[in-house]
């Protein structure tokens, strides 16, 4: 402005007015004085200098004690600005010619007409304009509506008066004269002012933003400034100011600002809100910053009395887009979503608390207003971050609740660095552990063949973040979505998990494992030709060992699970699943075949077609399917262990198998062989092993049902080529409340080789001695059945048999013992009789076998003759026994023959002589020991001469003990003598002196 520019200062005392007028083209003249216009045809302009209006105050978080003195600063001096009537060249020199503003046209700033986006409108444009700096820092302007009236005569009795203001109104139209109160505005700059303050209402970023999304620029269509109440007075401003913009994110500059509202009386903040956008990590809701700065009244410290009237701040977040969908951003996800099992997740906690960024974890950049934080409630003890509470659909339909701590992220002017964001993020392992309860949950997508087995009890997921980077971001691009997705996604990292079908066949349970998503189903998915298996997640190793009692008595797989297919359930060796490939070797490397077989050796590495087995599951019942497994023809090469809902809602689990047998060992000669081939055994079909365990669990918590079948059909053990037993089938069957059944038809039992003598004997024994036993033992450790049968005394020519028993007994443990079987001729306490003429004996068999081999042997026969003859005078008699045993108990063989013979002779009662010889040798050896023989000789002479008898008795013993022994060196040498040398050594060493 001009130096000639006329300047006036107007105080009234009654009222406060305070106010220096500017007038331009504009000068005094006259008597009285009066205004005219210096220059005609050039513009008349009053300009109104206000002092401050506002006052910028420090701010405090609620709950923490003031630091006196409390900063403060002034805003710059304000302006109105009016061009006086055109038609008019004078005007009275008055008061009411100074203030009458609302008959005045404003002089208003001019915005450029296309501003750059990231740019603020240069503050030189409110030069000569009208600028209010309401609140400090801001420059703004009514726009051409606006209309100031204000009290041009003071206003008051009783020596009280109203302060003298002037109030912002609002014409609609031209010639209207109602005015509204308030006004809006596009008319708005920063002051470009320092303000040495650090804790404010509004920042620096703030006021740039305000600016920023009410003037125009290209790409958005600004909202302005709702003025709902401005007044001006010489003691400060009052003033209510809102503003709400709606506008795109993520375009250059990425504005976060959502809302504002300021009230001020008397140039004093009374309450300011700020809403700004932000997102929460990882799961990329959108929310809102709330930020409150609001006057509190607190009490003076230290006693004193009065208030303290102090600005103080909190914030809180609003969720803002509570539901988010991540079907759509399937094409975004590196692997097509199958990292994250969640179609959606809603939040439900819409508004939180009171929070302050934790402390416990801060973030480890600091920047500025952008810097991310854990949101954690205020005044509590824990510094826990804030939980929200969540709600989430799985592939199959499962709805999920949880809670969990979310980091927030604020959009701020600069983009923000997504990949440091998300580096960062999951770094905080223990904060993206998230307790699920064991709620259940489908890791995978389902097909109408396999729901629900992909669903897991879940004890906790842990989640992670995913960067948008490289060509996904151009996908991102070409999605044209609706809404703006910030540069991550959410992710399943790992979780813990309980098997529900692994439990309920071992009828037990189990600790829960952590899995993860098997790297070739991220990959390619459920691929026919890379992922064969449908192998979708693989765990640390978990031992699996299925109880005998429910195994059918056959098997004891005591198998690992490393492993999750969709086809299959739970899997071990998944590298092998994925390729179609069922090694049983690594699956039940431990796993006892009959209690004492190694079920590896029996099987052998397979390729199966998982599509097979789905296909069965979903075709049969589980009675055809039960049926199915009685087919010969039919396989399940590998262990079948799934989940299904039935149609009244219990939960049914089944374990099936069937695999192909060999025999084993592969040597024709070994001790003891499992033989399958229907050429040996000389059944229809090859041997047949089947495994079936079906478990259901009601929905109403009852106690689960359970049917387990266990068969084995058309095998036969042979035992040293001496004995084969034949079975047409040996079953096991457990169901709820009935009683465990056991048995074995079709049993065939042949001697051969060095015992085929036996087989006739063995002729007699009943076909069906088995399949209906006389009796059964049934224990925690296993079952045991057999029979004893007496055969009654008979006669085979000149020979007479009589006290004749046989028996046999199968035992089937449970524990890992090796099944077996026994038969015996009579026993030890009770030997048979066998009879001709004057010669007569007796003995006994017994016979243990078992899958490790012969148990042990037992066999004793002893026989001999007696004649006598008397001549009268003379009388006598002479006898011969001769006996062996053998016997074998694990590692110890031991054989014992006797030969006992004698005689006597009596002549006239009066003298008599007797005469007895006994010979007996016993051959023992233990296994890694010699030999040892140990045996006996005795004679025995005896005379009787009337009242007179003598007895003598002759005795040699000789034990052997092969080479071992035989006495050292030391032993032959003899005892020391006091030289220290043994004296024989000494003698020998002498000789050659």
Not at 742 to 761: K, M, N
Request: net charge negative.
């Amino acid at each position: 402005m001009s130096n000639d520019n006329l300047f006036i200062r107007v105080l009234r005392k009654e009222d406060f007015l305070v106010l220096r007028f500017e007038l331009v083209n504009i000068h005094t003249e006259g008597s009285p004085l009066h205004l005219a216009r210096s220059n005609a045809g050039e513009p008349a302009v009053l300009i109104v200098h206000f002092p401050a209006q506002h006052i910028v105050e420090e701010v405090f978080p609620e709950n923490v004690n003031i630091n006196t003195p409390i900063k403060a600063m002034l805003s710059g001096p304000s302006r109105l600005v009016f061009e006086l009537p055109d038609y008019e060249d004078k005007w009275p020199f008055t008061l009411e010619t100074l203030l009458n503003w609302k008959d005045y046209k404003p002089v208003l700033p001019k915005l450029p007409d296309l501003p750059m986006p990231d740019s603020l409108p240069n503050p030189k444009i409110f030069e000569g304009k009208t600028a209010l700096e309401i609140p400090t820092g801001l420059y703004l302007s009514p726009d051409e509506s606006g209309v100031w009236y204000n009290i041009i005569r003071s206003q008051g009795q009783d020596g009280r008066f109203v302060l003298w203001h002037t109030q912002l109104g609002e014409k609609k139209k031209e010639n209207e004269n109602l005015v509204r109160e308030g006004g809006k505005t596009h008319l708005i700059t920063t002051s470009n002012r320092h303000i040495p303050i650090e804790n404010k209402t509004l920042t620096q970023e703030n006021l740039n933003q305000i600016v920023r999304l009410t003037t125009a620029f290209s790409e958005y269509q600004p909202s302005p400034i709702n003025i709902r109440r401005l007044m001006l007075s010489s003691a400060g401003a009052w003033a209510n100011f809102e503003a709400a913009w709606n506008y795109p994110i993520g375009y250059k500059g990425g504005l976060s600002l959502e809302q504002w509202q300021h009230i001020m009386t008397q140039g004093r903040d009374q309450f300011v809100k700020t809403v700004e956008k932000a997102f929460l990590c990882d799961t990329g809701h959108l929310v809102s910053i709330v930020t409150i700065t609001e006057r509190q009244f607190n009490g003076i410290p230290n006693g004193q009395n009065g208030a303290q009237a102090v600005l103080r701040q909190y914030k809180y977040l609003e969720v803002r887009e509570p539901m988010k969908n991540y079907e759509t951003l399937e094409p975004v996800y590196k692997h097509g979503r199958r990292e994250m099992p969640f179609k959606w997740i809603k939040i439900t906690t819409r508004t939180t608390p009171k929070l302050v960024p934790s402390e416990k974890y801060p973030w480890p950049k600091n920047l500025g207003p952008a810097t991310p934080f854990w949101p954690t409630e205020k005044n509590k003890e824990k510094d826990e971050p804030f939980r929200f509470k969540m709600v989430a659909e799985d592939w199959d339909g499962n709805i999920v609740s949880f809670e969990r701590p979310l980091l927030c992220v604020p959009f701020n002017e600069k983009p923000p660095n997504w990949q440091e964001i998300v580096d960062i993020y999951n770094s905080y392992t223990n904060l993206r552990n998230v307790p699920l309860n064991h709620q259940p949950i489908a890791f995978t997508n389902t097909d109408a063949d396999s729901k629900g087995k992909t669903t897991l009890e879940t004890a906790t997921v842990k989640f992670m973040a995913q960067p948008v980077i490289g060509e996904k971001k151009e996908v991102l691009s070409d999605l044209k979505l609706p809404y703006f997705q910030p540069g991550f996604l959410p992710q399943v990292e790992s979780a813990e998990v309980n098997i529900p079908a692994a439990e309920q066949v071992t009828g037990r349970k189990l600790d829960k494992k952590s899995i993860e998503f098997e790297k070739t189903y991220l990959d390619h998915g459920f691929d026919a030709t890379l992922n064969k298996g449908e192998v979708f997640a693989k765990l640390a190793k978990l031992d699996l060992s299925l109880p005998t009692e429910k195994a059918g008595g056959l098997i004891t797989p005591k198998t690992s699970i490393e492993g999750l297919s969709r086809a299959l359930g739970p899997v071990a060796n998944p590298d092998d699943i994925k390729l179609g490939k069922f090694n049983p070797a690594s699956m039940l490397d431990n796993a006892k075949f009959l209690g004492g077989i190694t079920l590896k050796d029996i099987l052998e590495e397979v390729s199966f077609d998982p599509l097979k087995i789905k296909e069965i599951e979903s075709t049969l019942t589980p009675d055809e399917l039960i049926k199915k497994v009685d087919d010969p023809n039919f396989k399940l090469v590998a262990p079948m262990l799934t989940k299904r809902l039935l149609p009244n809602d219990a939960i049914e689990t089944r374990y099936l198998w069937k695999p192909s047998i060999k025999n084993w060992p592969d040597d024709k000669n070994a001790f003891f062989r499992f033989i399958t081939q229907k050429e040996v055994t000389g059944f229809r079909n090859d041997a047949q092993l089947s495994i079936n365990v079906q478990m259901v669990t009601a929905p109403d918590g009852s106690p689960p049902t359970y049917m387990v079948l266990g068969k084995l059909q058309e095998f036969a053990l042979e035992f040293v080529g001496a004995m084969l037993l034949k079975f047409s089938e040996l079953r096991f069957t457990a169901e709820n409340g009935k009683k465990m059944d056991v048995s074995a038809e079709g049993l065939d039992l042949i001697f051969q080789g060095p015992l085929e003598f036996v087989e006739t004997i063995k002729n007699i024994i009943p076909p069906n001695a088995f399949s209906d036993p006389p009796f059964i033992d049934v224990s925690a450790t296993g079952v045991t059945s057999g029979f004893t049968l007496g055969i009654p005394s008979f006669g085979v020519g000149i020979f007479s048999f009589e006290n004749i028993d046989l028996s046999a007994a199968l035992s089937l443990p449970f524990v890992d013992q090796p099944a077996g079987v026994k038969f015996s001729i009579s026993e030890r306490q009770k030997p048979f009789n066998v009879s001709v003429m004057g010669f007569a004996g007796g003995g006994f068999f017994s016979l243990a076998l078992s899958a490790k081999g012969i148990e042990g042997i037992e066999a004793s026969i002893e026989f001999g003759g007696n004649i006598s003859i008397n001549l009268g005078v003379a009388s006598g008699g002479v006898y011969v026994m001769a006996g062996i045993y053998f016997g074998m108990a694990g590692d110890e063989v031991k054989l014992t023959g006797y030969l006992r013979c004698g005689g006597n002779v009596s002549v006239l009662g009066l003298v008599s002589v007797t005469v007895e010889f006994y010979l007996g040798l016993t051959i023992r050896k233990k296994e890694n020991t010699n030999v040892e023989v140990w045996g006996q000789a005795t004679l025995t002479v005896g005379v009787k001469i009337a009242f007179f008898s003598k007895s003598i008795n002759l005795t040699v013993e000789r034990s052997f003990a092969g080479p071992k022994g035989d006495p050292t060196f030391a032993q032959i040498m003899g005892p020391e003598y006091e030289g220290g040398y043994p004296y024989e050594w000494e003698k020998y060493c002498m000789a050659f002196a």
